[in-house]
């Protein structure tokens, strides 16, 4: 009986870290057929390094079948994604938009601080019109790339699916490059297939 009360206090326990705190980012989105994607960033998200029916959302369309709209300016920093956000949602009305923001401001060396808060206030923009969100973690440049910690923490706080090692893996591999902070076609699918795989698509 013991045994039996103590096991009942920790599910509830972990119920509330569920539903109050979030304990861990989502896994997948679901969305219909006809349903619409954005895919919103810099330069990865553009293609630079191949053409656009190579980019990462072209792929991705092809994969999954769905309408995707590449949104990827190069050269941008998430303040500058940040002020455009919310005219590309309206644009577009997508059920799911893809934020992949970073690089540009690990390169220009802006705060990290800067850089989680422009992030929350796009995920938050997204989600103000009940669209699903997708973050994709860009890594840190310098020996490792590893992925910063401020996306996993932004995406257990807002419950949004992570992509978290995808990049920075791929970037680490010399074949799936075009040059030191781009992918080729062969890292842009690899790329669009991870997205894939957490995206489900209902008939």
Known sequence: MKLLNKLKHIIFLF?????????GSKE????????VIVAFGDSLTQGVGVSISESYPSQLEILLGVKVVNSGISGQTSQQGLARINTVLNESM??????????NDVLQ????????????????????????????????????????????????????VLIEDTLGDLLSN????????????????????KLAEHITIIE
């Open 94 to 103: 997508p059920d799911v938009v893809i934020i992949c923001y970073g690089g």
């Open 109 to 160: 060396r802006k705060s990290k601080s800067e850089l989680t808060n422009n992030l929350r206030q796009m995920i938050l923009a997204a989600k103000q019109k009940g669209i699903e969100v997708i973050l994709v973690a860009v890594p840190d440049f310098g020996l490792r790339l590893s992925p910063m910690n401020l996306y996993r923490q932004l995406a257990s706080a807002h419950d949004v």
């Open 15 to 23: 119920l509330i870290c569920l539903s109050l705190f979030g304990c």
């Open 28 to 35: 997948t989105v679901t969305i219909g057929r006809d349903s």
């Open 174 to 193: 010399s074949s799936m490059k075009s040059d030191r902070v781009h992918l080729n076609e062969k890292g842009y699918k690899a790329l669009a297939t």
